[in-house]
């Protein structure tokens, strides 16, 4: 499965993503909303829900809109590891009873840690509640992109990705690995990480890889 990134878009743009994807990442740090719109947008189809830290809105806000588009119909949610305990309890207690899953994320965008690193990552991930775990690492070579891959050898929920060009071939090979789903972008004027792909150049990629 693609999940398709929305940033940058209005509110209206975003709902017409949402329904003509199968699962689309809203991007409420990059979106211009207001809290009356959650119900419209994560009642548009199967969303995932991401509030990035933002200087100018404190983390009780944005755990605010995140329990509220949880309470919208958003099928998954995503938090930062990072985040306080009690943040990611309440997230936790929001889902309850609900079909949202929890995504708890890391990001480096400086470098890919070593293995052992990487794996103490994946357990604070776990420890923290997530249903699955995503790891996104700025990746520089190759062997960046192979030791973000080989977290998939510990067949658990995860989604492993390295950021810029050299981490492009993760992004490729993460559902065909086991990752849940992948992310690309709308188009490729509307990346929202470095090295996102484009959705329809990645299902052409994908396609073409499982057919042949």
Not at 11 to 36: P, Q
Not at 66 to 87: H, M, P, Q, R
Not at 148 to 177: C, F, H, N, Q, W
Request: glycine fraction near 6%.
């Amino acid at each position: 499965m693609i999940c398709v990134s929305i940033a940058d878009v209005t509110v209206d743009e975003a709902c017409n993503i949402i329904k003509n994807n199968e699962l689309s990442e809203v991007r409420l740090d990059k979106i211009n909303f207001n809290e009356s719109d959650l119900k419209k947008i994560f009642s548009s189809g199967k969303t995932l829900a991401t509030y990035r830290p933002v200087e100018s809105i404190d983390n009780g806000k944005r755990l605010d809109v995140l329990i509220k588009a949880i309470k919208s119909g958003a099928s998954y949610v995503d938090v930062e590891v990072e985040n306080n305990d009690s943040f990611k309890s309440a997230i936790k207690e929001a889902v309850a009873g609900t079909d949202c899953k929890v995504i708890i994320s890391y990001h480096d965008y400086s470098k890919t840690p070593v293995i052992r690193e990487l794996e103490q990552i994946l357990a604070w991930c776990f420890e923290s509640g997530a249903d699955i775990a995503k790891i996104a690492c700025q990746a520089e070579n190759t062997g960046d992109a192979a030791r973000l891959l080989s977290l998939y050898s510990m067949e658990k929920p995860v989604i492993s990705i390295g950021m810029g060009d050299a981490g492009k071939i993760t992004r490729i090979a993460a559902t065909m690995l086991g990752a849940p789903f992948t992310y690309a972008s709308i188009d490729a004027e509307k990346k929202t990480a470095p090295g996102q792909i484009d959705v329809q150049s990645l299902k052409n990629i994908i396609a073409l890889i499982r057919n042949s």
